[in-house]
Structures are given as structure tokens and as C-alpha cells.
């Protein structure tokens, strides 16, 4: 220790005494140091400069150096990158200090932004949502944390206002995520008719599904019920494009024929990627036993006829419909072993996505029923006279096939005028 002491004597001395260690047109030295602490060399080069030293740095390194004929902020540089330090000058101080990494860096600033944010005082921001959810508006918010750590925000559904109690620096954000957010979904209007027919009338309206009588992977046939027979309905799906703007007038002149039924021709309203239903049909009424106590019960089934479809709007008037169609039909009595009936519920069920252009319409068949007709004509006495009754009566039975047929036309609703009717409301 006496030693090394005696080396640090040595080279303070040196420093100040020896003609060539400084030279005042250049400012070079020539330095030499063995195994010293990094410490007394900044202490060194800072007094050959005239400066201040601060150091808050824990750094207790030794170094070993020979620089001969260098500038002064060279030999510093050598000195702080040997022992990964940094520096500053301020005025006439040396700051030497740790180097800091980015993530410290990031660290760093994100504890000046937390403290700013803590001391800027709480102010709020009302905005008006025309077409977003607010609760949909706030989960983005949120999502993308928007808010600082005191901030809250908060949905007004009966005024569509969203509030905002936080800190004036994050409005901005907020704003922007907003008026993104809120523009008005194109709306779809979808015209749906629902009818019977046979395989004839079919043919007279230029459709041909090519039906190969096997389901598709998108069909499911479902039986709900006690040991039940096979259906007399066949499943199958298949899809056809309809052109022609006289499709109304040639299914009112089938139906003034009596070769199709018009079972539903419901309109609605809905918009981008927002599933819409339409439902019609009965409930039927069955008996349910109690159990032990002998005692019955009235239950009731839906027996309806189900359109769920789905829009997706596209690119050059095209929109995509995501379609589920189902069919649910009084089955057969089941006996039961009590002695009572139970009534089973067939269903079935066509899924399938189709891409239409803006006012095509889309025909969908393939759910088939075998209908039975009994036709009985007679001349009111002349039919009831013996022998020769028969001959003024007349009576037929025909076994029909019939099939489901929906025909569905997508419309897109111009979204500026939707604007001026949400304007002309505020």
C-alpha cells in the first residue's frame, strides 16, 4: 500500500513538473499509469484542464495505461471507454458517470412521462358517438392503453356521449382512435321470399340445380324424437344466381297456377358483419309425463322455418352472406312404453357462404318434402245412384315431391345518405 501511494506521489509530480507531459499550444500528454485507480486518473486529466470532478459512479477499477504525445479529450475517451463510464461537462465541471443501456434510457423516460403525468392536472373530454358502440369504443381504448394510470372513462348511452377524466396529454390519442372508429357501417337491405314448389315450376324459372341427392359437407340433418323412422324429407344443398328484374311477376303467375305456395316474403335491415333472423312458424303442443306420480304436462316445440343470415361487405359492390337455413317439421307420434306419445321433431339445416354482386338474387333449394294430394270431384245425386254411380265420380291420389326455394336479394344502402339522415337528426 506504501507502495502504491508512493507511485501516486510519483506521477501527481510528474504531471505538474515535467516540460513535456503538457504542452500549452497543443495540449498533449504523456501519460503513464500501472494498475491505478480509475479515479485518480479523471482526478488527474480534470485538474490539467481546470475542472470540477463529480463522479457518481461506484466504479473502483484499475487500469493499466501508456499514452505518449495524445490530446487531452483523446486520453479521457480511453479512460472512460476502458471502464464502460460516460461524461459530461458543464460549465467548468466534469461529470462522469455509468454508461446508460437504451433499455435504462426507455426506462428513464417513461418515469419522466409517469411523474409528468402525476403532476398534470385532471381535466375532461366529452365525444359524441354516432355509429360505434361506446362499450366497443371503450374496450380499444382500453386495449391500447390510451389512459394514464389515473384516468377513467365512461359511456352515457342515452346521450351516445363517451366521457373521458384524465390527463389533457392523452386527448389527442384518444381523439384519433375515435373519428377511425366511428364511421357508419354499410347497411344491407335484404329482400328474402320463401316458397314452396315442385321441381317443375323450377324448370319453368331456368333454375337447374344439377341435385345429386347426397348432402354436402355444409348440410346437417338432425332428428330430434324416440326411435324415429326415416324422414321422407331429403337434404341437399346447391346454389344458383338468378338474373332478371321479373322474378316477383313470375312467382305471382306460378302462384295464380297453383304451382307454388308463398310461404313468407319478409324484408329487413341490418349492416356490415351483423347477423340478422328471420322466423316463422308454430309451436306445437305434447304431452310430457311426470314420472311416477301418474301426472302429465303440455310442452311445447317450435316448428319453424329459421333464415340467419349474415352480410359481409366487399369490394366493388360485392357482398359476402353467410347463410344458415333451417327447417323444423312436426315428426311422427312415438309410443311410449307407459302407453302415451311423444312427439319428435325433425330438423334440418343447410350452411353455406356465397359471394353476391349488389341487387343479384341468390336461389337456394335442396330442402325436399314428398306431399300427398287427394283429389275427389262428383255430380251432387247422380253419384250416389247404384251400379252406375261411379261413372259421375271421379277421385285421384298423387304423390307430389315439393321443394323449400328462398330466394334472397342483398341491396347496399349508399352510405352518404345515411350520413345527411344522422346529421339531419343532431
Known sequence: MLYRNLIYLVIFFSLSIMPNAYSEEQKHLNLEFLQTDVAIILQSLAKEQGLNLVMNSQTDQLITLRLHDVSWQNALDIVLKQTNLAA????????????TSPQDTIEQLKQKQRHALYTEPLAYLT??????????LITMINQNDLLSERGNVYYNQKSSTLIIHDVASVF???KQLTQILDQPQPQVQISARIVTMSDESLSALGIDWGYQG???QTVKQLTTGLNLAHSTLQLGVTVANLAGNLLNLELAALEAENKLDIIANPSLLT???TPASIRQGTEIPYEVNAGNNGGSTIEFKQAVLGLDVTPRVLNNNLIELDLHISQNAAGQAIKKSDGGEALAIDTQEIQTKVIVK????????????QAKTHTKQQIPALSKLPLIGNMFRYQQQ???R??????????LLKIESQAQQIDQKN
Do not use: A, C, M, Y
Open 88 to 99: 459530461d461537462i458543464h460549465d467548468n465541471i466534469l461529470f462522469i458517470h455509468d454508461v
Open 127 to 136: 365525444l359524441k358517438i354516432h355509429h360505434i358502440e361506446g362499450q366497443d
Open 172 to 174: 389527442p390519442q384518444i
Open 214 to 216: 347426397h348432402p354436402s
Open 271 to 273: 349492416t356490415h358483419l
Open 358 to 369: 349488389h341487387g343479384q338474387t341468390l336461389v337456394l333449394g335442396g330442402i325436399f318434402q
Open 398 to 400: 298423387k304423390q307430389q
Open 402 to 411: 315439393r321443394q323449400l326455394v328462398i330466394f334472397i336479394t342483398p341491396q
